[in-house]
């Protein structure tokens, strides 16, 4: 499970239910929740597969 800096909690934590999206920007990025407190958290990846 990859981790990301919750802000709210201003840790990092497990995500829960990762999953990869194409950005606006054309930027790849795990999107998905904290499990403590439920905030939206995005990690971006690298541009290649």
């Not at 909690?9 to 998905?32: D, I, W």
Request: one cysteine or more; hydrophobic letters at 35%; charged letters at 20%.
């Amino acid at each position: 499970m990859p981790e990301a800096y919750c802000v709210k909690c201003r840790t990092k934590r497990l995500m829960m239910a990762p999953n990869e999206q194409v950005l606006k920007n054309q930027r790849r990025a795990l999107v998905g929740v904290c499990p403590t407190c439920g905030t939206k958290l995005v990690r971006f990846l690298s541009s290649q597969p």
